[in-house]
């Protein structure tokens, strides 16, 4: 554990200083900036498809946009015009695309923030607080599907955040024209009488697969937020007041069969009811405070139904709209400055930056145990009530905590015909912190997150810790004013308590299955009332260029253990992993663009078992005619596996090989195709193969088989 402090303290000490002076000219594009001039709306802009009002005459034009595909760089084959007005409400953005041919603009029907859509479109980015770092997304399509994205981290794009704003588009002998009403409100910009934020604008042609752009980054080149062009003109306005709320009433009906005619909380058919409320009040221009009392439960109850075999937990993607918005702040623990993460929800056995928060813990399914004639078990723990603030604090900081408190839920079971009632989960108090300081060269960042238990049954002291504690720390640092070369990493520490029995069970959970008989490293004790242990990530790479380079090391400590309010799948893992790619972005004689990676992976336990890794090539092409073809070749080597055996002795896992083939049609024709191929074989004479076969038709518009 002092390895991953004392790396941490020498990589974000230097955050400020030279570092970052050296780094503001990088918060710019590269070559001259396009800038864009707003002009106050005369009277009201209505949006209606059509750029006739007085205001949209009287704003410049923004033109000249350039090609990111197919030929980079190339000026766009069909002209876009961008108008931007404003009033005290609002921003207003006005686009006219011109086509040489209108008949042909796609027009296909999609789902809200389908941000891969079949169809024309434009996204407007803009960077309000013109901060380099974070900012947001609005997209249309030619048939008025809108859609839009919340951007941090530069790079990252969070497409959960659902804003309030207006859009209508509308082709004629032109083109076609979008027009879009963003309220000010939906805004996070600093106060001051003349603003200058970032904006950028992307049009994408769907029958030429083309992508122009008003400020062009290069696909060789990294950066988004940080590489806008400027919007200038702005005066005059101030951050308004912002208070929202979203009441709701829910009714389902359920129809089971009873498994037994004598259950009495289950007649074959069952009524269900709620009623919550969130709220959403603008504190500043750049924090905002969430409440809710009893959220929404209807969009999780829209999870896949999962049959899983395995010993590790499903994960489960959050849904509801309290957790949703804002969450960002809590997910990019240890992926500060655009890294990859190498993460995933597991974490510690392919995957390394742990999931420290989990908001589908609170609110969970209760966690005791019935045994019971009959019982009627809640599906869902109740929310007593849950605040939440997210914002920025300064050009700099981001700040989010969270705070929720769940009911002590009951069961209703009856046995011998007697009635009775059972403890099934305690009041709950769920505690997460999170701040974070971001620059142009380096950030550093902390996390913590308390439960803590209020256990007055026996069954449930002996399930549940009464107290889990984590805090992290995390930190990034580019090392050239291209910030092309990052290095990144977090140190986690977590401790629980509880009784004997409570921690025992956590000892011999699938996560670390201190029980095997052959494990040296961990001690098994049945009387522990705690738990601690600590993860470590460290990640360095080239995450641009021609060439690219990306390796992590990870080490999760036998103790570790997060899942009251985080999830983790794994524990006593060290591992790593090593790769180089390729990619050329220029058209060839054959293909358009074209890609191969080769990788190395790794893995073990704190007895010094290897625990797997292998070996990998893998490469994608794109041809001229936009098919796609790929393919990749895997060798596993001989390893161990502690987890086989669920906590028996260690088993054998052979080496392997396999491979994988796939072969795509060009998606923009009324008919294509996708086909998958795979095939395996180990040392011990095993091998497995799939084939797959998928044809897509376009039936209309609004329609596709």
């Given at each position: 554990?002092?390895?991953?402090l004392?790396?941490?303290?020498?990589?974000?000490?230097?955050?400020?200083?030279?570092?970052?002076?050296?780094?503001a000219?990088?918060?710019?594009?590269h070559?001259?900036?396009?800038e864009v001039?707003a002009?106050?709306?005369v009277?009201?802009?209505d949006i209606?498809?059509?750029?006739?009002?007085?205001?949209?005459l009287?704003?410049?034009?923004?033109?000249?946009?350039?090609q990111r595909?197919?030929?980079e760089?190339?000026?766009?084959?069909?002209?876009?015009e961008?108008?931007?007005?404003?009033d005290?409400?609002?921003?207003?953005?006005?686009?006219?695309?011109?086509?040489?041919?209108?008949?042909?603009?796609?027009r296909r029907?999609?789902?809200?923030?389908?941000?891969?859509?079949?169809?024309?479109?434009?996204?407007?980015?803009?960077?309000?607080r013109?901060?380099?770092?974070?900012?947001?997304?609005?997209?249309?399509?030619?048939?008025?599907?809108?859609?839009?994205?919340y951007?941090?981290?530069?790079?990252?794009?969070?497409?959960?955040?659902d804003?309030v704003?207006?859009?209508?588009?509308?082709?004629?002998?032109?083109?076609?024209?979008?027009?879009?009403?963003?309220?000010?409100?939906?805004?996070?910009?600093n106060?001051g009488?003349?603003?200058?934020?970032?904006?950028?604008?992307?049009r994408?042609?769907?029958r030429k697969?083309?992508?122009a752009?008003?400020?062009?980054?290069?696909?060789?080149?990294?950066g988004?937020?940080s590489?806008?062009?400027?919007?200038?003109?702005?005066?005059?306005?101030?951050?308004?007041?912002?208070?929202?709320?979203?009441?709701?009433?829910?009714?389902?009906?359920?129809?089971?069969?009873?498994?037994?005619?004598?259950d009495?909380?289950?007649?074959g058919?069952?009524?269900?009811?709620?009623?919550?409320?969130?709220?959403?009040?603008?504190?500043?221009?750049?924090v905002?405070?969430?409440?809710?009392?009893?959220p929404?439960?209807?969009?999780?109850?829209?999870?896949?139904?999962?049959?899983?075999?395995s010993?590790?937990?499903?994960?489960?993607?959050e849904?509801?709209?309290?957790?949703?918005?804002?969450g960002?702040?809590?997910?990019?623990?240890?992926?500060?400055?655009?890294?990859g993460?190498y993460?995933g929800?597991?974490?510690?056995?392919?995957?390394?930056?742990?999931?420290?928060?989990?908001?589908?813990r609170?609110?969970?399914?209760p966690?005791?145990?019935?045994?019971?004639?009959y019982?009627?078990?809640p599906?869902?723990?109740?929310?007593?009530?849950?605040?939440k603030?997210?914002?920025k604090?300064?050009?700099?900081?981001?700040?989010?905590?969270?705070?929720?408190?769940?009911?002590?839920?009951?069961?209703?079971v009856?046995t011998?015909?007697?009635?009775?009632?059972v403890?099934?989960?305690?009041?709950?108090?769920?505690?997460?912190?999170?701040?974070?300081?971001?620059?142009?060269?380096?950030?550093v960042?902390?996390?913590?997150?308390?439960?803590?238990?209020?256990?007055?049954?026996v069954?449930?002291?002996?399930?549940?810790?009464?107290?889990?504690?984590?805090?992290?720390?995390?930190?990034?640092?580019?090392?050239?004013?291209?910030?092309?070369?990052?290095?990144?990493?977090?140190?986690?520490?977590?401790r629980?308590?509880?009784?004997q029995?409570?921690?025992?069970?956590?000892?011999?959970?699938?996560?670390?299955?201190?029980?095997?008989?052959?494990?040296?490293s961990?001690?098994?004790?049945?009387?522990?009332?705690?738990?601690?242990?600590?993860?470590?990530?460290v990640?360095?790479?080239?995450?641009a260029?021609?060439?690219?380079?990306?390796t992590?090391?990870?080490?999760?400590s036998p103790?570790?253990?997060?899942?009251?309010v985080?999830f983790?799948?794994?524990?006593?893992?060290?591992?790593g992993?090593?790769?180089?790619?390729?990619?050329?972005?220029?058209?060839?004689?054959?293909?358009?663009?074209?890609e191969?990676?080769?990788?190395?992976?790794?893995?073990?336990?704190?007895?010094?078992?290897?625990?797997?890794?292998?070996?990998?090539?893998?490469?994608?092409?794109?041809?001229?005619?936009?098919?796609g073809?790929?393919g990749?070749?895997?060798?596993?080597?001989?390893?161990?596996?502690?987890r086989?055996?669920?906590?028996?002795?260690?088993?054998?896992s052979?080496?392997r090989w396999?491979?994988?083939?796939?072969?795509d049609?060009?998606?923009?024709?009324?008919?294509?195709?996708?086909?998958?191929?795979?095939?395996?074989?180990?040392?011990?004479?095993?091998?497995?193969?799939?084939?797959n076969?998928?044809?897509n038709?376009?039936?209309?518009?609004?329609?596709s088989?």
């Open positions: 554990p002092w390895f991953w004392a790396w941490l303290a020498w990589m974000v000490l230097p955050a400020g200083g030279a570092a970052a002076a050296d780094g000219a990088n918060d710019e594009p070559g001259p900036v396009v001039r002009v106050r709306a009277g009201a802009v209606d498809g059509d750029l006739g009002d007085e205001s949209w009287m704003a410049p034009v923004a033109t000249g946009f350039v595909d197919p030929d760089g190339q000026p766009a084959t069909e002209r876009t961008l108008r931007v007005v404003y005290d409400e609002a921003l207003y953005v006005g686009l006219r695309m011109f086509d040489d041919d209108p008949a042909a603009i796609v029907m999609s789902t809200r923030d389908d941000h891969r859509p079949d169809a024309d479109l434009v996204t407007v980015y803009l960077d309000p013109m901060d380099h770092l974070t900012g947001t997304a609005f997209e249309v399509t030619a048939a008025n599907v809108q859609g839009d994205e951007l941090y981290d530069d790079t990252r794009r969070d497409n959960t955040w804003a704003w207006q859009s209508e588009t509308s082709i004629d002998d032109r083109g076609w024209v979008a027009e879009m009403r963003i309220p000010l409100s939906q805004l996070r910009f106060p009488e003349d603003q200058t934020w970032g904006i950028n604008v992307s994408s042609i769907r697969n083309e992508t752009w008003l400020q062009l980054v290069p696909k060789d080149e990294r988004q937020v590489r806008m062009a400027h919007l200038v003109g702005i005066s005059g306005i101030a951050p308004p007041a912002r208070f929202e709320m979203l009441p709701y009433v829910t009714a389902r009906s359920e129809f089971i069969r009873p498994s037994d005619s004598g009495p909380y289950n007649d058919s069952r009524l269900f009811g709620g009623a919550g409320l969130d709220v959403k009040w603008g504190l500043s221009g750049s905002t405070l969430d409440g809710t009392v009893n929404d439960f209807g969009q999780v109850e829209l999870d896949p139904e999962v049959i899983n075999l010993a590790f937990e499903t994960y489960f993607d849904k509801r709209p309290f957790f949703v918005e804002g960002q702040i809590f997910r990019n623990y240890g992926r500060g400055g655009g890294s993460g993460g929800p597991g974490h510690g056995g392919g995957g390394s930056t742990p999931q420290i928060f989990y908001s589908r609170i609110g969970r399914p966690q005791g145990s019935v045994e019971a004639d019982a009627d078990k599906s869902a723990t109740t929310i007593v009530g849950a605040a603030a997210t914002g604090l300064g050009s700099s900081w981001s700040l989010g905590i969270l705070e929720a408190v769940t009911a002590r839920e009951y069961a209703d009856r011998g015909g007697v009635d009775g009632r403890q099934v989960e305690p009041l709950t108090s769920y505690f997460v912190g999170r701040l974070l300081r971001e620059g142009p060269m380096s950030g960042g902390v996390i913590s997150t308390a439960v803590l238990r209020q256990l007055n049954d069954d449930l002291t002996e399930r549940l810790p009464h107290q889990s504690l984590v805090v992290g720390l995390d930190g990034y640092r580019f090392f050239d004013r291209q910030r092309e070369w990052l290095l990144t990493g977090q140190f986690s520490a977590s629980v308590q509880g009784s029995e409570a921690i025992d069970r956590l000892q011999q959970l699938s996560s670390r299955y201190f029980q095997r008989p052959d494990m040296q961990v001690r098994y004790d049945p009387e522990a009332t705690s738990l601690g242990g600590w993860s470590g990530t990640e360095f790479g080239r995450q260029g021609t060439v690219r380079l990306s992590s090391a990870y080490a999760t103790g570790f253990e997060i899942n009251d985080g983790q799948q794994r524990a006593d893992r060290v591992g992993d090593v790769q180089f790619s390729w990619e050329k972005f220029t058209p060839d004689r054959w293909t358009r663009n074209r191969v990676s080769f990788g190395r992976s790794w893995s073990m336990n704190f007895d010094r078992e290897s625990q797997g890794g292998d070996w990998s090539v893998d490469g994608r092409a794109t041809l001229l005619n936009y098919w073809v790929g990749s070749v895997r060798r596993g080597v001989r390893a161990y596996d502690d086989f055996t669920r906590g028996g002795p260690l088993a054998v052979v080496a396999s491979g994988s083939l796939r072969f049609t060009d998606s923009r024709k009324r008919v294509y195709a996708n086909s998958r191929g795979s095939y395996s074989t180990d040392d011990a004479g095993g091998w497995s193969g799939s084939v076969l998928s044809v038709l376009k039936a209309s518009s609004r329609l088989l």
